[in-house]
């Protein structure tokens, strides 16, 4: 995982990372961890790991890299940061809800959002909406839009029937 990549997601974990990376790559086709790295006895008085402790953990879900790393208990997820996820049809829709639902905040978001068991957001949504939301039609988007705003896990069929007006 070594080839140069010119953006990579860097997700911040207490304690949690190489949990979190093995997780996701459980869950994503084409997905693999790879490197990682452990924490030193240099600058121990600063970060305060044990050293031998990981530090860092590349891994990658279907061609796009993440970097997990231990930081500590100073910052936490929230959903003004989130990952799509999207989907061709229903049936992806309810294999990538369900998995990065486990374990995760019981209580969905509406709109296809959900928090998983680490506390990141995800949206799990069908690409069909994306061509549906800018329609030149207004009444269909609206329509579309209306139906999706009273959704938690997002169900094509309903979405399409709404933005088709049946």
Known sequence: M???KRFT???WFDTRAEEAANFYVGI???SSVGRIAHY?????????KEPGSVLTVEFELDGHRFLALNGGPIFKF???????????DQ???????????????????QCGWLKDKFG???????IAIE????????????????????????????????????
């Not at 030193?40 to 305060?48: F, L, P, R, V």
């Not at 929230?78 to 061709?88: G, W």
């Not at 990141?120 to 069908?126: G, L």
Request: net charge negative; proline share 3%.
């Open 78 to 88: 929230n959903e003004a940061i989130s990952f799509v996820v999207n989907c061709k």
């Open 40 to 48: 030193t006895e240099a600058g121990k008085e600063i970060h305060g």
């Open 28 to 30: 994503f086709k084409n």
């Open 9 to 11: 997601n860097s997700l």
């Open 91 to 109: 049936e992806e829709i309810d294999y990538y809800w369900d998995k990065l639902k486990e374990g995760g905040d019981p209580k969905a978001q």
């Open 120 to 126: 990141v957001s995800w949206q799990v949504s069908p």
């Open 131 to 166: 061509e549906m939301a800018v329609d030149p039609d207004k009444e269909k988007v609206n329509r579309m839009m209306a139906a999706l705003m009273q959704m938690k896990k997002l169900d094509l069929a309903e979405l399409e029937k709404a933005f088709n007006g049946k």
């Open 2 to 4: 070594a080839t140069f």
